[in-house]
């Protein structure tokens, strides 16, 4: 079956480390995402990518980057640089242009935990 | 730019009774509208779309959703709730032309009282 997979389920990352979290798609999606989502605070953007090799900035890039070298993968590493990157992470894909099947798949996300 | 408000944070609702979750968006055209819930360290999942045609759309587990142009509302509803609906709803809007990204609510989170 198509879906997004997002890997690891829990990542724990050091103070001063980077870390990557993996985003995979087989639903032949051009649109991928990323979101960050805090309690009570609903899911904010990070990244987003229209195309391969194409990537914009959403409302919350700073300390995160993204690379989008194929279709089919969009990972985030988080940077030192983020201050409080202690959050759940989802990845979501869609088609690129509005239609009957337009809509977002969402992966089953990363929960990153500061130690 | 569009927005979204669901102005419920926390809803209790017993079991076996209706349901209504509400959702108001701002947009100036007839916008895409999304329901999606969310289980505990889990994924958004889809429940419902509107794009256009009937107002009232069906959805999956029983719910439907009715778009009120005039009131700018995205409501969602289910006539009799189980414990398993406990989760957390989202209401999105999305721009009906061109590249935009969809917009969501702050959320709401249902629980189920025995």
């Known amino acids: 079956d198509g879906g997004i997979t997002q890997s690891p389920k829990y990542l724990f990352r050091k103070e001063g480390q980077n870390v990557t979290l993996s985003c995979e798609q087989n639903l032949n999606h051009d649109a991928m995402y990323w979101y960050r989502q805090d309690p009570g605070q609903g899911l904010r953007l990070i990244y987003y990518s229209q195309i391969v090799n194409d990537f914009q900035k959403g409302d919350i890039a700073e300390g995160y980057s993204v690379s989008r070298e194929k279709k089919e993968s969009f990972p985030l590493t988080v940077t030192s640089a983020q201050k409080n990157p202690t959050a759940f992470y989802l990845c979501?894909?869609?088609?690129?242009?509005?239609?009957?099947?337009?809509?977002?798949?969402f992966g089953s996300g990363t929960r990153l935990t500061v130690v | 730019a569009q927005s979204v408000t669901q102005p419920d944070i926390h809803i209790t609702v017993s079991e076996g009774a209706s349901l209504e979750l509400r959702c108001n968006y701002s947009y100036g055209a007839t916008p895409y509208l999304f329901w999606y819930v969310q289980s505990p360290g889990q994924g958004l999942q889809l429940l419902l779309k509107?794009?256009?045609?009937?107002?009232l759309v069906q959805g999956i587990k029983g719910f439907e959703a009715e778009f009120k142009r005039s009131q700018s509302s995205f409501n969602l509803r289910k006539p009799s709730v189980h414990w398993s609906d406990a989760a957390e709803y989202f209401c999105a809007v999305g721009a009906n032309t061109g590249f935009q990204k969809l917009v969501f609510g702050t959320g709401t989170r249902l629980l189920v009282s025995p």
């Open positions: 509107y794009f256009s045609g009937d107002t």
């Open positions: 979501a894909s869609s088609i690129r242009y509005r239609g009957e099947s337009y809509g977002y798949t």
